[in-house]
């Protein structure tokens, strides 16, 4: 499967942004989908993720009340809608999906993720 994120820009704190990643070459709905980023000199940083019905959701807690992850299986598209965003949000966010059956645990882990898309910029200032 390819995965295509956009939606990345410049905002200022406080503001927000939604972030897309479409789909394409598989079914989409055979995957579950995860958001990660990564800042420059940090390792990659698990941010959300959802299952392939839509019905289970993971966050970091750092995200948790500001972002949520939501997905249209008929668009072939995951999202990822970031509210009251903060300069330590700003990363390089990626998109990724996993045939594996997500729960808790490994929701989190690169690993469980097959296919990851290109990043997408989000930057945040003061």
């Known amino acids: 499967v390819q995965l295509q994120a956009s939606g990345g820009g410049l905002v200022q704190a406080g503001g927000s942004l939604r972030l897309s990643c479409a789909a394409s070459?598989?079914?989409?709905?055979?995957?579950?989908m995860g958001w990660f980023r990564q800042a420059p000199g940090k390792e990659r940083e698990f941010v959300a993720a959802?299952?392939?019905?839509?019905?289970?959701?993971y966050y970091l807690d750092s995200v948790k009340g500001r972002f949520t992850i939501a997905r249209d299986n008929a668009k072939n598209t995951v999202y990822l809608q970031m509210s009251s965003l903060k300069p330590e949000d700003t990363a390089a966010y990626y998109c990724?999906?996993?045939?594996?059956?997500?729960?808790?645990?490994?929701?989190?882990?690169?690993?469980?993720?097959?296919?990851w898309g290109q990043g997408t910029q989000v930057t945040v200032s003061s």
């Open positions: 990724a999906a996993g045939s594996k059956a997500l729960y808790r645990a490994i929701a989190p882990v690169t690993g469980t993720y097959e296919y």
């Open positions: 959802i299952s392939r019905s839509g019905a289970n959701t």
């Open positions: 070459g598989r079914t989409f709905s055979s995957y579950d």
